[in-house]
């Protein structure tokens, strides 16, 4: 044994000696309500390369010796990648067919600007075939760079700004075509997203507070799409990220509040879900109105955002993520511990088949999100340069939206972790996947590089891609995560043999064999 591994050995037993709290919730099968602390931890292989400290956390000598470097990874392997200049990883990244469809970050010094189209049909060499740079949406894009799959269009919002593009990717998803490029009155994009339909879109805006619009584009006609209007929301409904039905008459709205915020903040008031009925848009109604079906709210993180639809054994859910957690409100960490908040964000797992009366059933939280670990982080060192670390739960996505067998989600500090969902009420960890840390590699269209910036922890935020491929061994077929972080650009992922070895159930089931 090296001296490095020997050190980094010591490092775990230590953290384990400290006795640090267990990682399951236990609860009977039978309970209406699961796991309400830590998910059960992976199991990895023997070869992986794997944290040493909680679940989750990039430890200050994994950082510092620059064990980070290196990366982690838990029952997942690498199989191709495309750097590039860096990503801005929260913004999309969108996928369709055999392409994937990356934003950076609109940096002066980046030679190619824009969003990235990148040809995945051979997965161990990903190549880029196209920079969407001809609208100030896809140069500048922010959360809502966003594909609707029926009608194989991509929609996105000029951050911070008016305009709104889409791209037509029907005849060729490597080449989109514009299709059109409008400017929307009073806009200032920030999130967004399509109805299920993809006759509608739905720009989020950057101010999110009482008082804020949420500007509603026609895109029946997506070579000429237009305006409908600025919907003014005086209380509560006010989407940070947002999804659909089905059928497009209710819209999951995340609303973002922090802790302590004042009353003309974009994050005031209470955090969680809105459920609106949006009957009236999708019917294009004269003179519609929005109206709130019900609400659920949480008082222990901050900035919710994503709220993603899923079926399971005949029950609805959505899977919901914050952003900040309680570190995001007035006081900072410190505060956040002091009041018995989450330090960072995580999901719930909410049931919604009565859609009035929503609650939560179960949270995807890992060691770093519980509460009684929160003092554990107010002595970590931050990034030079760049902050404070986050390990806050930023985006996931479901292998398929009936039945699920899993769950990828996206992070900002604690790369992209897999879940067994087939149990909504009890999911596990399988895997986990942290790219190397980019240190001070020079890349400009990265939303995490700047001059002067040590990053020793890679940001992985953004949706995660679930791809059916055939197998290596020329048998059935295996399933691929598509994952994009802000260092190491786009990266294939494949399920390690050993793995699948081991669960050859949950492969076949996932992969539909």
Same mark, same amino acid.
């Given at each position: /044994? ?20 267990? *990682? ?25 390369? %794997?944290?040493?400290?909680? =679940? ?45 469809? /990356? ?7 980046? =030679? ?57 990717? @029907? ?19 920030? /999130? ?7 006759? %509608?879109?739905?720009?989020? =805006?950057?101010? &999110? ?22 919907? %003014? ?22 609303? $973002? ?28 109604? $004269?003179? $519609?109105?929005? &109206? ?27 899977? *919901? ?89 996206? @992070? ?81 992922? &494949? ?11 949950? /492969? ?6």
């Amino acid at each position: /044994m090296n001296k490095q591994k020997l050190v980094r050995a010591f490092a775990i037993a230590t953290v384990a000696l400290l006795g640090l709290l267990p *990682s399951t919730s236990i609860s009977s099968a039978a309970d209406p309500i699961g796991s309400m602390g830590p998910v059960p931890k992976a199991h990895c292989g023997r070869f992986d390369w %794997t944290e040493s400290g909680l =679940q989750g956390q990039t430890t200050t000598w994994e950082r510092e010796s620059g064990d980070s470097e290196g990366g982690y990874n838990c029952n997942l392997e690498l199989v191709g990648q495309f750097r590039g200049e860096g990503a801005f990883s929260q913004d999309g990244p969108a996928f369709l067919d055999h392409c994937a469809y /990356m934003a950076t970050e609109n940096d002066p010094l980046q =030679q190619h600007p824009g969003v990235v189209v990148i040809d995945v049909s051979d997965p161990r060499h990903p190549r880029p075939t196209a920079y969407l740079d001809d609208t100030p949406a896809a140069l500048n894009p922010h959360e809502n760079l966003k594909v609707n799959l029926p009608r194989k269009l991509l929609g996105v919002a000029e951050s911070n700004g008016p305009n709104f593009a889409v791209y037509d990717l @029907s005849k060729d998803c490597a080449h989109p075509i514009l299709a059109s490029s409008i400017t929307v009155p009073g806009s200032s994009g920030h /999130m967004g997203g399509w109805a299920e339909d993809g006759m %509608t879109y739905y720009i989020g =805006q950057q101010f &999110r507070g009482v008082g804020g619009i949420l500007p509603i584009i026609d895109v029946s006609d997506p070579y000429n799409a237009k305006w409908l209007l600025n919907w %003014t929301f005086n209380g509560d409904g006010r989407p940070h990220d947002l999804s659909t039905n089905k059928d497009g008459t209710r819209l999951y709205a995340g609303q $973002p509040g922090t802790f302590g915020a004042a009353p003309n903040n974009s994050s005031f008031g209470p955090d969680g879900l809105v459920i609106l009925d949006v009957s009236d848009i999708q019917f294009r109604r $004269p003179n $519609p109105e929005i &109206r709130i079906v019900s609400k659920l709210f949480w008082d222990d993180q901050g900035q919710a955002e994503q709220m993603l639809l899923f079926f399971s054994n005949g029950r609805s859910y959505i899977i *919901s993520t914050d952003e900040s957690g309680g570190q995001g409100g007035v006081g900072g960490l410190p505060a956040a511990c002091a009041r018995g908040a989450s330090p960072y964000g995580y999901s719930n797992i909410i049931d919604i088949t009565d859609e009035k009366n929503p609650k939560i059933v179960s949270k995807i939280m890992l060691e770093v999100h519980d509460p009684k670990n929160c003092e554990l982080f107010l002595n970590e060192p931050p990034e030079v340069g760049g902050g404070l670390l986050d390990y806050s739960t930023e985006r996931c996505n479901v292998d398929r939206p009936e039945n699920p067998t899993m769950v990828a989600c996206g @992070s900002r500090g604690t790369g992209t972790r897999v879940y067994d969902i087939r149990d909504p009420l009890h999911p596990a960890e399988i895997a986990y996947w942290k790219g190397p840390a980019p240190r001070t590699d020079f890349l400009p269209g990265s939303g995490s590089w700047g001059p002067g910036v040590d990053r020793t922890v890679e940001k992985q935020a953004g949706l995660v891609n679930f791809h059916k491929v055939p197998a290596a061994d020329g048998h059935g077929r295996e399933l691929h995560l598509w994952v994009v972080g802000d260092g190491n650009g786009f990266q294939v992922l &494949r399920f390690t043999n050993a793995f699948k070895a081991r669960h050859k159930d949950l /492969m076949a089931e996932s992969v539909g064999e």
